[in-house]
């Protein structure tokens, strides 16, 4: 099967019969375009360890859908809310970066909290209508964003982008592909460079995928390149998404994304963070606060390699996300318009939060 519109691909839904989540297997894009259906708590949990559906956003709708799927699939019993938090602890300890998991799977606890005395099918019809909001929501903030983000895009101009913020990690347009998608579909021609993104290659695999489908002008680069490209003067902003925002603006997203914001402030260009407030985490206070995830190292020595790249006993770091420094970063752009400096202060009004008590 071929994905004809990438803006429209549904890259997670519910089963018809409301008994498994559908995810787009992104693990295995670009050569094969295979969906896989999670019933258990396992397999929830590894679709999500192992990227086959991957992405701040598209982790939190999938995590929303997952609770709604092993609540029906559990039936009523006594102790429903018990067994929920426990599967939500679960899904949430898969990946601990991206607050999106946390935040959709804590979402969803609260509302079963909240109705825990009604009837069993009134409980799981506003489940599952709260995980259906989620992903509802997500689709309209991605356009919000991907409008907003093409108000600093001029005709012509040269994008460098790291990792995959686009449709399949997220619902329809994306964050940080979302105004590049836009200006494609209202005729402003830009040009982007896509960082392949070593390890796992989200950046040759998906971003380059879904823009050379989109008919937007591509070309991708290694990761060591980025400097290259920018000093030839081709490069007018970086558009990158983010895992977790904190409160002074210090922003996770996948590694390789601070050498890039270094880079940029270097040769000033812009450096733009795009995201859902839901990636806004007001409870760090800044990206010291952020777990970051470490990764095996056969992703780095086997994976997308015929031979191993090195010998078996050397030892391998490799942290799935870096923290990009605040000062490095030009705006976050949001839903509810662009976060600039002081963030501390704009990213609080973009969270609608008056009384954050750690202020
Ligand atoms: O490890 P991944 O592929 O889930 O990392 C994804 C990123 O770093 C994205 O940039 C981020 O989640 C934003 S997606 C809109």
Redesign the pocket.
Known sequence: MDIKNVTHVDNVKLRDDGQAVVILDQSLLPGRTEYAELEKPQEMYDAIGK?RV????A?GICAAYCMYVLAARRGKCDNFLQELHKDGDFLKSSRPT?VNLKWAVDRILKVADSIADESWDKILETLRKEAVTIQEEDMAMCFKISEYGLSVIKEGDGILTH???GPL??SRY???LGPILLAKERGINVKVFADETRP?L?GARLTAYELDKAGVDVTLICDNMASSVMSRGWIQACF????RVAANGDTA??IGTSGVAILAKHYGIPFYVL?PTSTIDLECRTGADIPIELREAEEIKKMFFREPSSPESVKCYNP??DVTDHSLITGIITENGIAYPPFEESLKRMSNVQDATFL
Request: with cysteine.
């Open positions: 990227l991957r992405g701040a956003p982790i991206a990792c995959n913020a990690a997220t994306g964050t940080a796992l989200q990158v998404g983010c895992d997203n996948k995201g799935a996300f």
